[in-house]
């Protein structure tokens, strides 16, 4: 049988077998597969020293004296890469309060006074309100228990609406957070912080009332709440001038208009 | 003349060995070339998704996202096709090299069966959401078993016709079969049982699972193909291997660091740190009886360059070989921290496993396929233009899928190492990259695409009618 006639049947030129042409045309495959005998070759076994040497280098370089409790390399110390800190940055105690206060005045606070602190209708705005920029004492009055009647608040009067007693809804940390978030976003008050001991004292004080207060009945402009400022609230003064517990009215107002000069001291 | 006596007789015996071996083994063939269509379809989709995941976005297309067609495509890649054609390409090569014809093709085709339901119904599991998510081993629990079992049958297959061989010499690629054949039960039995039946800590299923790839690679994938290239290479070039004694030290190097391999993965990582140095230092000392290998088989090559032009298998073979040794040092480099850390955790990885899955193993198979597979059926290859395009769409889509995971790889993890940059700068890094990569899957696609084309029909010719050809052995040849 010729070869035309075996590839008769293929529609293409060349046959694989031509291609493949090289050992034993007759048989197409070599047959039996055997193994030489060269030497192995003095360069190859160089090569294989070489790789000896690094990898045993590198088992003794990496392996961290192969005990288990170690997941270091010898002689490795663990350190932070430049500008890392790995602990998230500090926050100051304006910045803390600040934080939770945003969150208590989104779910309490934003529904009438808006979270512009723009208010609506008869809703008086909060945006540099004298009510909280002044006296934190009659500014946690109003949170605390609530507000109704009549008030003028930047030269105009609302009235029309009541605002709730928080004091049931809030704990002490709460309106202290939104006090300082409401003084600080919408009154400028940077450098004051209404702390959560100041809020104590003043539920303590004024939180048995019943009723909401008028704008009448709150306590006067300047009446500063007391309690533990943050020691950064006042360094010019270095001697806090620990008070004892049984104090006056007088010594209240006197010790926050005291406290107040010294932050707009500060601010001018 | 006695020679030619002799030369026809072992024509005459090779006929009777590759008539026996015909069912079992393009059974094999068939149902891993289906699978690998699956996979290369698949391969592309998982790529598309990773850049694009509105790709074939559809409620009925749900199975396609990015985590569910990613690993059922390694999978189907790997064990539908990879150990599958492996299988396939071994018992020829096993019943050529013992010189004894397949007896009971029925174990093969049962043990073939249930492998094919192991993988379907680990596929279809990736796919419905009940996978596993571990790399190479993401088949739902309950697919393992039928897999060991099916793959226990190859093995007792292989030892029954080792034992029957007529001929006294142990030639180098059943070495590896053997070697393989033992393997692989080991290495797939013990990462199940430490991953999914006495799972220890997440560190140590981690480590074991890298353990279980790397080993996967070098003691399963690695020999397999090694016996592929030992067999074609002489066989076809016609002359004996270049040195016997290379290729001991070969073997037992592989053997020897082989098993070590895979956990440099996690180097830096949460684990005693000996154990990814042991695995690193293991990846680097394969590089030994890798060089031995690939000298001794390119020395068996040397001065042939017209036989490696013209013959498909033997080209096929070298372009495996090639990118064995592309990935063999490219791992080695890898292990060095300084390289390492932009290769860990970045496509890379992915790139490193397609380098070697598709690359070299396939590649090798491909070409062991190309030679056997007229051999089987008495045909040629119908079209001898889709093979030359398989070959060099596949180098061309391994070339470019090599550049893109890699550089990508890099720029990615230089990326993920800016820790006060937001992650999603590192996701966008890759990018470029990850669209580069469809291009070459796109390829890939192709280039299959003529493999199948020429296998159903050489496989649908010799249904209709035999061809007389010289690789039956024919008498008349003898003038």
């Known amino acids: 049988?010729?070869?035309?006639?075996?590839?008769?049947?293929?529609?293409?030129?060349?046959?694989?077998?031509?291609?493949?042409?090289?050992?034993?045309?007759?048989?197409?495959?070599?047959?039996?597969?055997?193994?030489?005998?060269?030497?192995?070759?003095?360069?190859?076994?160089?090569?294989?020293?070489?790789?000896?040497?690094?990898?045993?280098?590198?088992?003794?370089?990496?392996?961290?004296?192969?005990?288990?409790?170690?997941?270091?390399?010898?002689?490795?110390?663990?350190?932070?890469?430049?500008?890392?800190?790995?602990?998230?940055?500090?926050?100051?105690?304006?910045?803390?309060?600040?934080?939770?206060?945003?969150?208590?005045?989104?779910?309490?606070?934003?529904?009438?006074?808006?979270?512009?602190?723009?208010?609506?209708?008869?809703?008086?705005?909060?945006?540099?309100?004298?009510?909280?920029?002044?006296?934190?004492?009659?500014?946690?009055?109003?949170?605390?228990?609530?507000?109704?009647?009549?008030?003028?608040?930047?030269?105009?009067?609302?009235?029309?609406?009541?605002?709730?007693?928080?004091?049931?809804?809030?704990?002490?940390?709460?309106?202290?957070?939104?006090?300082?978030?409401?003084?600080?976003?919408?009154?400028?008050?940077?450098?004051?912080?209404?702390?959560?001991?100041?809020?104590?004292?003043?539920?303590?004080?004024?939180?048995?009332?019943?009723?909401?207060?008028?704008?009448?009945?709150?306590?006067?402009?300047?009446?500063?709440?007391?309690?533990?400022?943050?020691?950064?609230?006042?360094?010019e003064e270095p001697e806090p001038s620990p008070e004892p517990a049984p104090e006056g009215e007088s010594a209240q107002i006197n010790s926050g208009s005291r406290t107040h000069a010294s932050l707009n001291s500060k601010t001018t | 003349m006695p020679q030619d006596k002799v030369a026809q007789e072992d024509i005459q015996r090779r006929t009777a060995i590759d008539r026996s071996a015909r069912f079992p083994v393009l059974f094999f063939i068939t149902s891993a070339a289906a699978w690998l269509a699956v996979a290369v379809i698949l391969g592309f989709v998982q790529q598309m998704k990773l850049h694009s995941p509105a790709f074939l976005d559809a409620p009925s297309l749900f199975f396609l996202n990015y985590g569910r067609s990613n690993p059922a495509f390694m999978s189907a890649l790997v064990y539908g096709w990879a150990i599958q054609a492996g299988i396939g390409v071994v018992i020829w090569l096993m019943a050529r090299l013992c010189r004894a014809e397949v007896k009971n093709p029925i174990t093969l085709i049962v043990a073939g069966h249930f492998w094919n339901l192991g993988v379907l119904i680990g596929v279809l599991g990736i796919l419905t959401g009940h996978g596993t998510s571990i790399e190479w081993l993401a088949f739902p629990k309950a697919v393992w078993p039928i897999l060991c079992g099916a793959f226990s049958l190859i093995v007792i297959w292989l030892i029954t016709m080792f034992h029957r061989r007529q001929d006294k010499e142990v030639y180098i690629s059943v070495w590896y079969i053997l070697g393989a054949c033992f393997w692989f039960p080991w290495i797939f039995i013990t990462a199940n049982l430490f991953i999914h039946i006495f799972p220890g800590s997440a560190v140590a299923k981690a480590a074991t699972n890298a353990w279980f790839m790397g080993s996967m690679i070098y003691l399963v994938l690695v020999p397999i193909g090694l016996a592929c290239a030992y067999y074609l290479i002489p066989k076809i070039i016609g002359r004996p291997v270049h040195s016997a004694q290379l290729g001991y030290y070969g073997f037992w190097g592989l053997a020897v660091f082989g098993g070590w391999t895979g956990i440099q993965k996690f180097m830096g990582g949460p684990l005693p740190a000996w154990m990814p140095a042991v695995s690193g230092a293991a990846v680097i000392f394969i590089l030994i009886p890798v060089f031995i290998i690939v000298v001794n088989q390119l020395k068996t090559v040397r001065g042939n360059q017209s036989a490696v032009n013209s013959s498909p298998a033997l080209r096929f073979t070298l372009a495996g070989i090639s990118f064995f040794i592309i990935y063999c040092v490219f791992s080695a480099l890898s292990s060095f921290l300084a390289i390492g850390k932009f290769t860990q955790i970045s496509l890379t990885s992915m790139g490193t496993q397609i380098l070697v899955v598709y690359g070299f193993f396939s590649m090798t198979i491909f070409g062991a396929i190309y030679f056997m597979v007229p051999r089987l059926t008495g045909t040629e290859w119908p079209n001898l233009k889709r093979i030359n395009s398989h070959f060099i769409l596949s180098i061309y889509a391994m070339g470019t899928l090599l550049i893109m995971h890699y550089f990508g790889g890099v720029w990615q993890s230089g990326a993920y190492g800016k820790f006060d940059a937001p992650l999603e700068n590192a996701v966008s890094a890759g990018k470029p990259y990850a669209i580069g990569a469809s291009v070459a899957w796109a390829f890939i696609v192709l280039a299959n695409l003529n493999f199948f084309l020429n296998l159903i029909s050489i496989l649908l010719r010799s249904g209709r009618r035999e061809i007389v050809s010289k690789f039956v052995g024919h008498q008349e040849s003898s003038g």
Request: aromatic residues 8%.
């Open chain 1, 1 to 235: 049988m010729s070869e035309q006639q075996e590839n008769r049947d293929y529609d293409h030129k060349q046959s694989v077998r031509d291609c493949a042409s090289i050992a034993n045309h007759q048989t197409e495959e070599n047959l039996k597969l055997q193994e030489g005998n060269e030497s192995f070759p003095v360069w190859l076994l160089i090569v294989c020293v070489v790789i000896l040497i690094v990898g045993g280098s590198y088992v003794g370089a990496n392996s961290g004296g192969f005990e288990f409790s170690n997941n270091n390399k010898s002689g490795y110390e663990p350190s932070v890469p430049a500008g890392l800190s790995g602990l998230a940055p500090e926050l100051s105690e304006l910045e803390k309060y600040v934080k939770g206060g945003e969150a208590v005045y989104r779910a309490v606070c934003n529904g009438c006074h808006q979270a512009t602190g723009a208010g609506q209708g008869q809703i008086p705005p909060l945006v540099e309100s004298e009510w909280i920029i002044n006296g934190t004492e009659r500014f946690s009055q109003i949170v605390l228990n609530g507000i109704r009647g009549p008030i003028t608040v930047k030269g105009a009067s609302y009235g029309a609406q009541e605002m709730p007693a928080q004091k049931g809804v809030l704990n002490d940390k709460q309106i202290a957070q939104v006090m300082t978030y409401v003084r600080s976003k919408f009154g400028n008050v940077s450098d004051s912080v209404v702390t959560k001991e100041m809020v104590e004292s003043a539920r303590q004080k004024f939180g048995a009332r019943p009723n909401q207060y008028t704008s009448r009945e709150l306590s006067p402009e300047d009446a500063m709440l007391p309690g533990d400022q943050p020691e950064w609230l006042a360094p």
